[in-house]
Nanobody, 127 residues
Framework: QVQLVESGGGSVQSGGSLRLSCQVT????????MGWFRQAPGKERERVAA???????SIARSVKDQFTVSRDNAKNMVFLQMNSLKPEDTAVYYC?????????????????????WGQGTQVTVSS
């Protein structure tokens, strides 16, 4: 059974940094797409970042100067480095992994078809 487990969330002051990690278990291959989404209270889930198995990345325009995404294929992990955090970055962050992509004007992100999701990790940024 494939499971994704996020870690690294927490509370931080504005301008601070956090690094989220996501461990995939129960899958011996390498997902074509791994990435991150987030959902703030009262808002729809939004794409944040994605990375393919060759290391090509997409970062959402809203966080392009703050966040970077990386992965370790050998360990089946994906990471999200978040710098210069702002209160508007407060959300539950979800890890996703799957075989497909969905294309937007700011890049490719993990498609919902066949994707696996983590349970989410809370990130709270105070001003």
């Amino acid at each position: 059974q494939v499971q994704l487990v996020e870690s690294g969330g927490g509370s931080v002051q504005s301008g601070g940094s956090l690094r989220l990690s996501c461990q995939v278990t129960g899958y011996t291959g390498s997902f074509n797409c791994m990435g991150w989404f987030r959902q703030a209270p009262g808002k729809e889930r939004e794409r944040v970042a994605a990375i393919d198995s060759d290391g090509r990345t997409s970062i959402a325009r809203s966080v392009k100067d703050q966040f970077t995404v990386s992965r370790d294929n050998a360990k089946n992990m994906v990471f999200l480095q978040m710098n210069s955090l702002k209160p508007e970055d407060t959300a539950v962050y979800y890890c996703a992994a799957g075989p497909t992509w969905q294309y937007y004007d700011d890049g490719f992100y993990c498609g919902a078809n066949g994707a696996y999701w983590g349970q989410g990790t809370q990130v709270t940024v105070s001003s």
